[in-house]
C-alpha cells in the first residue's frame, strides 16, 4: 500500500509537469508522400496508432484546459488519498533530522530543534504550486498531519472540515501550511510552532 501510494505520488507529480507539444500529432503521422505507400496492414496500424494518439493529446490538452482545484479542494483530496496511511506510517517517534533537513531543504527551509524533535514523519507531496511537504507532528493530544506548500500565499486564515477532522490553513514567514487533525484547537499551538520554527534557510530557525 506504502509503495503503490508513493509510486502514483510520483506517476502524478510527473504527468503534472508533462509539456503538451503542438507538432506531436504530425512528427508521429507518416509523411504526405509515403503516407499512400505503406502495405495496407501497416497502414491500419498507422492509422490506428494515429488516432489513439490525437485522443491522448486531446485528453492532456482537455485536462490542462480545466480550471485549477481550489486549495480546499485540493486538501480535500490529499488528504483522503493518503492521510490515515501516512499517519499510520509516523509512529511515535522522531524523523531522522538529515530526512527532515533533505526534504525541507528542497524548498529553502529549515527547522528549529523544538519543530524537529516533533516531526515522526516527512515526506516530499505534490500540490497546486509545485512540490511540498507532508509532514506528521506530535502534541500534546496526539499526532496531527501538516502540509506545507512552499509556492501558495493565503491573505487570511481558512478552515475546512471534512471527515471528521479539521483543517486550518495558516500562512506562514514563507509559503503556507494545512494543519489537519481532529482537535480544532491545535491550529493555534501547531500554527506557531510552524510560524517560529519553519523558516527560510539561514535566518537561524
Same mark, same amino acid.
Given at each position: 500500500? #506504502? ?21 506531436? #500529432? ?101 500540490? *497546486? ?13 496526539? *499526532? #496531527? ?8 500565499? #493565503? ?51
Amino acid at each position: 500500500m #506504502v509503495k503503490a501510494m508513493d509510486q502514483f505520488e510520483q506517476r502524478l507529480e510527473a504527468a503534472l509537469k508533462l509539456p503538451v507539444d503542438d507538432t506531436l #500529432v504530425d512528427s508521429l503521422l507518416p509523411p504526405a508522400d509515403t503516407a499512400g505507400q505503406a502495405p495496407p496492414a501497416r497502414r491500419g496500424w498507422a492509422i490506428a496508432a494515429s488516432v489513439l494518439v490525437m485522443l491522448s493529446v486531446g485528453v492532456i490538452a482537455w485536462q490542462a484546459s480545466r480550471p485549477a482545484p481550489s486549495l480546499e479542494e485540493y486538501i480535500l483530496a490529499h488528504y483522503r488519498h493518503d492521510g490515515a496511511t501516512v499517519l499510520a506510517r509516523a509512529g511515535d517517534a522522531g524523523v531522522d533530522p538529515r530526512a527532515l533537513a533533505d526534504v525541507l531543504g528542497r524548498f529553502n527551509l529549515e527547522a528549529s530543534a523544538e519543530l524537529a524533535s516533533r516531526v515522526t514523519l516527512v515526506k516530499f507531496c505534490p500540490t *497546486p504550486k509545485g512540490r511540498g511537504a507532508h509532514m506528521v507532528v506530535q502534541t500534546d493530544t496526539g *499526532p #496531527v498531519t501538516v502540509i506545507v506548500i512552499p509556492e501558495m500565499v #493565503v491573505e487570511a486564515p481558512r478552515q475546512l472540515a471534512f471527515d471528521e477532522v479539521t483543517a486550518d490553513i495558516v500562512a506562514l514567514r514563507s509559503g503556507t501550511a494545512a494543519i489537519i487533525g481532529p482537535d480544532a484547537g491545535m491550529d493555534v499551538v501547531v500554527g506557531a510552532w510552524l510560524r517560529d520554527g519553519l523558516v527560510p534557510s539561514g535566518t537561524g530557525a
